[in-house]
């Protein structure tokens, strides 16, 4: 017997699970997907061909009603190491703000200044040791070694429209436009598997099991005991000692309580499971990013577009691994921009990913020419959505409503948004690689006209969260220790026990709360909470400094 079960090998479980390792404790991780051994994993660019690999679980969301009906896809990260295997590789850790909100809405502990060790202490940062960054720790974090001449042309277009430019979207103020720091040492990515599990599995205290279906949690009256999985076909149980840990995820997440009786009572009743603890939150208060794109096509083989033929494919891969450099070093994603589209100086409301090739998602058009996207999302969507039960069987998709663009301020800063990215594609520093807008189009102009492209092109940032959510309120999952309420010796530790969506990419702030979390299991004191360069007056750069400009 172990002392801790650990559902999901994915970035927050996997944080978790290396840091009960080093603390001496003995651990099963049980991960759904296989191990990460595929190559194309741990190459930067390799993502772009595992997007429609089974390495991710293609769930489909249910008809949006406020996108005209549509339903969209929403992958997941299905192997060890989880998101952080297979996504863009961008270390983006949210707002001070954003922790700060947690704090205020009964989160204690969560404030800025008291998460902020545990994104240090995870990370080791080539290029930043100051207030905010830290060197030492398992996750490397990097500069790009290849950045193409899309990505600066996006970099000093945004500049050309007002927006100040940025060395460090993690530090005082993520405002502006910059190049992205990535989980990568050594020009490899550097996920949660290969930061955390790389030496805990050396340990003989560390079970992993690949491939294979947690059914239920085991609850003996109020307390979780232990799991029951599929594996190679075997029903197998396994406990443990101490506490058993949920990881699997926004969407896996509160699916596996609600299989195992824990959630809203209908709900349960509905497809004939014995209610053992009522928790109505379980599967609410989902939130995820949805960003839409402006393109236009380039005026000659600029960006990636071609890199991936047969020709191409061989010479870049060869530059890769005699160099490190060259396109196979690059995330693709290597600029984005944070702004605030009512007032320049104010926080952040919408974030732009650019794409140095056309982009749309994978179940829409597939475009063969060279071109630049803006892909721009609301930062903090207003909408919520839910999870809910397909059936009482762990292998049927659940039910997934994100209700993106439900409410109506969702809909306000996403128009203000586009039209601000497509004042950016018309700078002369775009306009050197590329021609006019092809999509939304010049001719697309008036808010409902965009309204409608965004209801068709709108696609996930991949960032779901917040359906076991954290907090002391009636629809709270987890308290601030993340213990599920009403149920001991059992924690939700991932994404979805954020009770706000963070401004920005969630796999930093995943990791973050596994590494908090681990403090908390093992009944260790937080780490000191610290005092950021911006309290003690000083300012980290000078580019740093709020700009006069405004872009409204």
């Not at 690949?210 to 059914?215: F, H, L, M, P, Y």
């Not at 577009?305 to 290597?334: I, M, R, W």
């Not at 702030?509 to 403090?519: L, Q, T, Y």
């Amino acid at each position: 017997m172990h002392d801790y079960v650990v559902i999901g090998g994915g970035s927050a479980g996997c944080a978790l699970t290396g840091r009960l390792i080093e603390a001496g404790a003995s651990v099963l991780l049980i991960e759904a997907g296989p191990r990460d051994t595929h190559p194309l994993i741990h190459i930067p660019a390799g993502f772009t061909r595992l997007l429609s690999s089974p390495l991710l679980s293609r769930h489909q969301t249910e008809p949006q009603t406020a996108m005209d009906g549509r339903q969209r896809i929403l992958p997941q990260g299905r192997v060890l190491g989880g998101g952080s295997s297979v996504n863009a590789l961008i270390y983006i850790r949210g707002q001070h703000e954003d922790y700060d909100d947690w704090a205020s809405a009964g989160c204690e502990g969560w404030s800025y200044r008291e998460v902020l060790p545990y994104f240090k202490r995870a990370e080791d940062n080539e290029r930043f040791d100051n207030g905010y960054h830290a060197t030492g720790g398992p996750l490397g974090v990097s500069d790009l070694k290849q950045v193409c001449e899309l990505s600066r042309g996006f970099v000093r277009a945004a500049q050309q429209a007002g927006i100040p430019f940025t060395p460090d979207f993690n530090g005082e103020r993520q405002n502006g436009v910059g190049f992205n720091q990535i989980t990568a040492r050594n020009n490899r990515r550097c996920s949660a598997a290969v930061a955390y599990l790389r030496v805990a599995q050396k340990s003989d205290r560390l079970t992993v099991v690949t491939d294979a279906t947690v059914q239920r949690i085991l609850i003996e009256g109020d307390q979780a005991v232990g799991v029951e999985y599929l594996h190679n076909g075997q029903r197998v149980q396994a406990r443990g000692s101490k506490e058993v840990i949920l990881s699997a995820g926004a969407i896996q997440s509160p699916k596996l309580l609600m299989l195992s009786g824990i959630g809203r009572a209908e709900e349960l009743q509905r497809h004939g499971i014995p209610l053992l603890h009522e928790l109505p939150g379980v599967g609410q208060n989902l939130q995820d990013h949805a960003e839409v794109g402006t393109i236009a096509y380039c005026h000659g083989k600029y960006g990636y577009y071609g890199q991936d033929n047969a020709f191409n494919t061989v010479k870049n891969g060869l530059q890769y691994l005699l160099f490190g450099s060259g396109p196979v070093s690059s995330n693709v994603t290597e600029a984005c921009a944070f702004v605030n589209t009512d007032h320049a100086q104010e926080r952040p409301n919408a974030q732009m990913h650019f794409v140095p090739i056309v982009f749309f998602d994978l179940d829409q058009d597939t475009i063969k020419k060279p071109g630049a996207t803006i892909n721009t999302c609301v930062l903090r969507p207003m909408s919520r959505g839910e999870i809910r039960l397909s059936d009482n069987k762990a292998d049927t998709p659940p039910r997934i409503d994100p209700r993106y663009f439900a409410h109506p301020e969702d809909r306000r800063v996403a128009i203000k948004g586009l039209n601000l990215s497509r004042e950016i594609l018309a700078q002369p520093a775009m306009r050197a690689y590329t021609g006019e807008e092809v999509f939304p189009g010049l001719s697309v102009r008036s808010d409902e006209a965009l309204l409608s492209y965004i209801n068709q092109r709108a696609k996930t940032v991949y960032h779901p969260v917040g359906t076991c959510k954290m907090g002391d309120d009636e629809m709270a999952v987890v308290d601030p220790q993340l213990r599920v309420r009403g149920v001991r010796n059992l924690r939700v530790v991932d994404a979805s026990i954020m009770p706000n969506l963070i401004s920005g990419n969630t796999n930093a702030p995943s990791i973050m709360i596994g590494e908090k979390a681990a403090d908390m299991i093992l009944g260790r004191a937080a780490l000191p909470a610290s005092a950021t360069l911006y309290e003690r007056g000083i300012s980290p750069c000078p580019s740093a400094v709020k700009p006069e400009s405004s872009y409204t």
